[in-house]
């Protein structure tokens, strides 16, 4: 059974680097057949896209947050990862790690979370 | 970007109610629609892909259609552990973009 786990620091100062990963078991995050992406939750709040990842090192990102995201991909480990510069509280959120298809973007399977706060 | 719009934001019913949740894209997206069922503190969780194909092992009473740039979920008779807040994601077209969400508490 396919599970992901987020892990990476709970609180990061302004202005610094927010680094995340991703870290998959039950599958091979090297498989042609899947997508990798980041989603984030404001808390109390909606879902946002990130971006994702194909095995080959293939990226999408959401051009509102393009020019401080890069999601990489480290298949020895089967894990990927995020990072956001110059973080500021309005990225305070819970970050999911998912796996979609590659012929469809619907998000199958899902981490559980990691919120990560950037104090004011 | 693509946006999607959810109705009701908030939605009270009972347990054996008939409830639909309705989303909008602002343009063709083809039926690549998604809903997902979201508890507190837990993960989004797939129910409804491809507008109207129900994810394996989600309960039958949860249903989805579509209607050009309309979609619909739809659970037939709510259940307890139904109450959750609701989300639609067009997946037709980079950035994908969710619904706000649209919250089903108890009556």
């Known amino acids: 059974q396919l599970q992901l786990q987020e892990s990476g620091p709970g609180l990061v100062k302004p202005s610094e680097t927010l680094s995340l990963t991703c870290t998959v078991s039950?599958?091979?995050?090297?498989?042609?057949?899947?997508?990798w992406g980041w989603i984030r939750q404001p808390p109390g709040k909606g879902l946002e896209w990130i971006g994702n990842i194909y095995y080959s090192g293939s990226t999408y990102y959401n051009p509102s947050l393009k020019s401080r995201v890069t999601i990489s991909i480290g298949t020895s480990k089967n894990q990927f990862s995020l990072k956001l510069t110059s973080v500021t509280a309005a990225d305070t959120a819970v970050y999911y790690c998912?796996?979609?298809?590659?012929?469809?973007?619907?998000?199958?399977?899902w981490g559980q979370g990691a919120l990560v706060t950037v104090p004011s | 970007d693509i946006q999607m719009t959810q109705s009701p934001s908030t939605l009270s019913a009972s347990v054996g109610d008939r409830v639909t949740i309705t989303c909008r894209a602002s343009?063709?997206?083809?039926?690549?629609l998604a809903w997902y069922q979201q508890k507190p503190g837990k993960a989004p969780k797939l129910l409804v892909y491809k507008a109207t194909t129900l994810e394996s092992g989600v309960p039958s009473r949860f249903s989805g259609s579509a209607s050009g740039t309309e979609f619909t979920l739809t659970i037939s008779s709510l259940q307890p552990d139904d109450f959750a807040i609701f989300y639609c994601q067009q997946y037709h077209d980079y950035p994908y973009t969710f619904g706000q969400g649209t919250k089903l508490e108890i009556k």
């Open positions: 343009q063709s997206i083809s039926g690549w």
């Open positions: 998912a796996r979609s298809g590659y012929t469809y973007g619907y998000l199958n399977n």
């Open positions: 039950g599958g091979s995050i090297s498989s042609s057949t899947y997508y």
